[in-house]
């Protein structure tokens, strides 16, 4: 269907119920079959190439050749699934702040700014990031002045891969009273300190700061709680370019984590061989559309201030690595060139790729693929594990007096039972019939919403004075359809929606504003623009900057701020007390949340 109708296939229904779903990425074509909703298994396939993209970027076979790396996947997308199935904030892909006291705000961006200062004696490395999570919920996020905006997609990136590491430390645990019962190693490692990834040096590494466990050797003498796993993520600039980052993370206390992000000083690099990597795949697709001459002049460009990067690169084995990588790629480049492509590119590219180059076009990619694995993952970083344990235990002595309060506070952030000067419960008592709700400022990817306390059975455990047997009977199951109703709906363009059941009455709304707080009404959509937006959310494409763009043509979507309210209310509300509360809710969320952007990032 591809090939010869330019129509390919996107999903198949079987008569048995079974849904496939397709979707291509970097040469590949990921799969994904089950028997849930289409638009599951496409968000499903959507998160998996993400992921992707997150740890080994444009080169996948570097799964096949890391097991530490295709672990991490595997334990990634584990955790995705969990979190999206329990908490709201993957449910609706907003970050979701722990409400504290200013004093403990103060300590927490505090402990943080020292992190980031520490981290610039680090070689190498430009300290970026330094972040608190509570059970995955985010306590504070501290930036140096100089570094790109951190997105709140790769700040629940972070938070997954803090998930996925505690999964694995459960999953250690089994196999130590497994493997204890059994046997006791023959040997242990030579080498106690830092473990390498020996497919391709650098990778992947953790820190021991205490006897631990590894799936390659069968003895533990403790726990694996001390340990500070580190790894190369490739997260998103302003400009959506994946660029390289050192990630360091250790949970600190039972639910308080600690991530630092650094970037590593091959951005510009990385920036210029996806550039070229992007051209040599236009041309192998055929998808030049008359632009020959100029793809052609973009990747002679990239490669070569790629070489002139990897010339200013610190000496060592890592820098000699990629120059003689480069070479390869720049000797096939000018092999090519002269057996047809040149002639076929300034022609303009409109006809078929030239089948004496096709194959060879083919291998250049790979190769060239091979050489961004080398510049971008192939990073030592060991260099840096003496200053992250130090930094990590001085961190951990100035919270360890929080840390039993914090995880406290995180299983009842904003409870409907909890009670202060103004707390959830007190507010939600001006809205008589309202149940739950989750309020969503989608400029900054924000949300606030009462949390969810529930017995084995998914049913609410927190009571709501006026209407507590109303409460009881509001599920999870329920919460989940709602949101996934509303989401089935907004990618049709309805963006006003009141339905019922048997017993609650839900309400969703999407409305936009002006910088200045006026609001804006979008133009209509048709369905061919509808169709082509990406599934609701930002963890895989930013839903909603793509709808304003659509929507709004010719403002600049960072000016248009944008916000997403679900309400649920008993069953005997009516719809002008509904829309009634929506506007006062929207109005007065932040005197329990406090501003929206009160903490999400305080810069050096």
Request: aromatic share 8%; charged share 25%.
């Amino acid at each position: 269907m591809a090939t010869q109708f330019g129509n390919p296939y996107t999903s198949i229904s079987c008569q048995d119920g079974t849904t496939v779903v397709f979707q291509e990425y970097a040469g590949y074509l990921f799969v994904g079959v089950g028997h849930q909703e289409e638009s599951h298994l496409q968000r499903i396939i959507s998160i998996t190439i993400r992921l992707v993209q997150l740890i080994v970027g444009p080169c996948v076979t570097a799964l096949k050749k890391s097991e530490e790396k295709s672990s991490l996947l595997g334990r990634m997308l584990e955790a995705w699934q969990t979190l999206h199935a329990k908490e709201q904030s993957y449910l609706v892909e907003a970050v979701e702040r722990l409400v504290v006291n200013a004093e403990l705000s103060a300590a927490a961006v505090k402990s943080l700014a020292a992190v980031v200062d520490k981290m610039k004696s680090a070689k190498d490395l430009t300290p970026c990031h330094a972040l608190f999570f509570v059970r995955n919920k985010l306590l504070a996020l501290y930036s140096s002045r100089s570094a790109q905006e951190l997105s709140a997609s790769d700040v629940l990136f972070m938070n997954i891969l803090v998930e996925a590491s505690q999964m694995k430390n459960t999953d250690y645990l089994e196999d130590i009273n497994l493997k204890k019962a059994t046997e006791m190693p023959d040997e242990k490692k030579e080498d106690d300190g830092i473990e390498l990834d020996s497919s391709d040096s650098g990778e992947f590494y953790t820190i021991p700061t205490s006897p631990s466990f590894d799936r390659n050797n069968a003895y533990v003498d403790d726990e694996p709680e001390g340990k500070i796993r580190s790894c190369i993520l490739l997260l998103r600039t302003e400009l959506c370019q994946l660029t390289p980052h050192l990630v360091h993370y250790e949970t600190l206390s039972n639910g308080l984590s600690l991530v630092i992000v650094s970037e590593v000083n091959r951005t510009q690099l990385s920036i210029q061989l996806t550039t070229l990597l992007t051209g040599l795949e236009e041309m192998l697709s055929g998808e030049i559309n008359g632009r020959g001459k100029l793809v052609l002049d973009a990747c002679d460009t990239a490669l070569r201030k790629s070489q002139e990067l990897a010339r200013r690169l610190p000496k060592g084995r890592s820098a000699e690595r990629v120059e003689k990588a480069l070479q390869q790629v720049h000797f096939r480049w000018e092999n090519i060139k002269r057996s047809g492509l040149e002639e076929w590119l300034r022609s303009g590219g409109d006809a078929e790729v030239p089948t004496r180059v096709d194959a060879s076009l083919t291998s250049l990619i790979d190769t060239a693929r091979s050489a961004w694995r080398v510049a971008c993952l192939g990073v030592s970083i060991s260099t840096a594990a003496p200053l992250v344990e130090s930094v990590v235990s001085m961190t951990a002595e100035r919270m360890a007096d929080y840390c039993h309060f914090l995880e406290v506070k995180a299983l009842r952030n904003m409870t409907l039972g909890c009670r202060s000067s103004l707390t959830i419960n007190k507010y939600l008592e001006e809205f008589p019939g309202l149940v739950h709700f989750l309020y969503v400022d989608r400029s900054s990817h924000q949300l606030t919403s009462p949390t969810l306390l529930t017995d084995e059975s998914g049913d609410f455990t927190n009571d709501l004075n006026s209407s507590a047997k109303g409460t009881r009977a509001l599920t999870v199951a329920r919460v989940w359809s709602m949101v996934e109703f509303a989401h089935t709906h907004i990618t049709k363009g309805h963006l006003s929606l009141m339905w019922k059941d048997t017993t609650f009455s839900y309400a969703y709304f999407l409305w936009f504003e002006d910088s200045g707080g006026n609001p804006l009404k979008p133009g209509e959509l048709d369905d061919s623009i509808n169709e082509a937006l990406p599934l609701p959310g930002v963890l895989c494409e930013d839903f909603y900057r793509s709808f304003c763009i659509q929507a709004f043509p010719g403002m600049d979507p960072n000016r248009i701020r944008v916000y997403e309210l679900f309400c649920v209310h008993l069953g005997l509300a009516t719809s002008p007390c509904v829309l009634e509360h929506t506007r006062r809710l929207a109005a007065t969320i932040w005197e329990v949340a406090g501003p929206i952007d009160a903490n999400p990032a305080d810069l050096l």
